[in-house]
């Protein structure tokens, strides 16, 4: 059984179009995250949700707007695609948020966008 | 000063050996650290998470955390050529609930 699973794993796309990446959780975990990983394999947190609710949201152009419908699932989508978006995002999830301390990530397949 | 540092590598030993891998921290009130291993073109997979400082064994893995030099390691007993990958450290930076920052990654290469 896939615990974190996304969809598509490839996106082609052309500059300017709107697109949307899905990731899914059968874990029972309260909290997600979209992670993006660059071309120089750098791996940063772009968004987290624990149950439903946005509670990171670091400097990333509002071109990217992520939506949670319900605990399991974690959307993001993107508008008017540039070339530097081109990178693989990854989805995360974990138990919660923990109280000092962090719970384990446990990571998606990937989804590969490229931007031409 | 990077958050989260890592030699970038590649490190190579050879199959049987142990393999070192070291990652400092900035931020000294962190509390969380992971070791996530990732193969090329595959996502992270999580290795182990420490805690508290000392050394957590896990199989052939043991993880090492010392806080006051803000430094945690992974040691991998008995390298296998499967073990070749990038291997990330991540650090829950303080009062940052459940964000990890990412060091650059250590790739390793276990040679026959």
């Known amino acids: 059984d896939t615990a974190v699973s996304q969809t598509p794993k490839y996106l082609v796309t052309q500059m300017g179009n709107d697109k949307s990446i899905k990731c899914e959780q059968n874990l029972g975990h309260d909290t997600m995250y979209w992670y993006k990983q660059d071309s120089k394999k750098f791996l940063k947190i772009m968004f987290s949700?624990?149950?439903?609710?946005?509670?990171i949201n670091e400097t990333v152009p509002n071109r990217f707007s992520p939506k949670s419908p319900d605990k399991a699932h974690l959307n993001l989508h993107i508008n008017s695609l540039e070339l530097g978006d081109s990178a693989v995002y990854f989805c995360?999830?974990?138990?919660?948020?923990?109280?000092?301390?962090?719970?384990?990530?446990?990571f998606g397949p990937g989804t590969r966008l490229t931007v031409t | 000063q990077k958050e989260v540092e890592q030699n970038s590598g590649p490190l190579s030993v050879p199959e049987g050996a142990i393999a070192s891998l070291n990652c400092t921290y900035s931020d000294r009130g962190s509390q969380s650290f992971f070791w996530y291993r990732q193969y090329s073109g595959k996502s992270p997979e999580l290795i182990m998470s420490?805690?508290?400082?000392g050394d957590k064994e896990d199989g052939r893995f043991t993880a090492q955390l010392n806080k006051a030099s803000q430094y945690v390691s992974l040691l991998i007993r008995d390298s296998q050529p499967s073990d070749s990958a990038t291997y990330l450290c991540?650090?829950?930076?303080?009062?940052?609930?459940?964000?990890?920052?990412f060091g650059t990654g250590t790739r390793l290469q276990v040679t026959l």
């Open positions: 991540a650090v829950n930076p303080t009062g940052t609930a459940s964000k990890l920052t």
């Open positions: 949700y624990n149950n439903k609710e946005l509670i």
């Open positions: 995360a999830s974990s138990q919660g948020l923990g109280t000092g301390v962090s719970y384990e990530q446990y």
């Open positions: 420490i805690y508290s400082n």
